[in-house]
């Protein structure tokens, strides 16, 4: 079982910044896979960012060049670092692991951009 709980959502005005933060209940150490995702009201959770233990990360293409997905292992938590946002990216954010085969979802933590 892994617990994740998600942090520092809130409301920002367009052009600002946030950090989110998901802490996990295990080591990430051990943790393959870690990703952020959002969800829109009436849309459909879309992937942002993933980072892979080795450190590979990928984004979506509505993100590149604005989001920051990081990890520490010291403390078991995954970062998104979230630069000029816009009111599109107003959601709920959540987190998630795959961890020995089981995917593992954080309850998510909103994220509000004012225009």
């Known amino acids: 079982q892994v617990q994740l709980v998600e942090s520092g959502g809130g409301l920002v005005q367009a052009g600002g910044s946030l950090r989110l933060s998901c802490a996990a209940s295990?080591?990430?150490?051990?943790?393959?896979?870690m990703a952020w995702y959002r969800q829109a009201p009436g849309k459909q959770r879309e992937l942002v960012a993933t980072?892979?233990?080795?450190?590979?990360?990928t984004y979506a293409d509505f993100v590149k060049g604005r989001f920051t997905i990081s990890r520490d292992n010291a403390k078991n938590t995954v970062y998104l670092e979230m630069n000029s946002l816009k009111a599109e990216d107003t959601a709920v954010y959540y987190c998630?692991?795959?961890?020995?085969?089981?995917?593992?979802w954080g309850q998510g933590t909103q994220v509000t951009v004012s225009s």
């Open positions: 295990v080591s990430i150490f051990s943790i393959n896979f």
């Open positions: 980072i892979t233990s080795a450190g590979i990360r």
């Open positions: 998630k692991a795959n961890h020995r085969g089981y995917p593992y």
